[in-house]
């Protein structure tokens, strides 16, 4: 971690939001784009809304900053409760 960075901005607060949370900066578990995508390909998120899937970019070239399409896994897996509220509606029915 760029120490310039973690030296300016962690633990500091968000004055400038009016607010009380404090940053916290740490090493990321996953590193390296060719495993964010491997992690991510086969991923439940990958079932969610598009606007909520991981996107990529090209990095270089004539193309750069135009997207790419996110590599789909062959074995995305499904979320186990689809919405937050769906145990409670069912909960609701069986009282």
Known sequence: MNYNLQ???NGKKWEKFNSEKVASLAYARIQGKAALIAHFQNSSLMNEDKRC?????HTEGPNAGDQV???MGVNVRSRVNKSRNSSTNEDA???
């Open 93 to 95: 029915g069986n009282a």
């Open 53 to 57: 899937r991981p996107i990529l970019f």
């Open 69 to 71: 399409p996110f590599p």
């Open 7 to 9: 030296q300016a901005f």
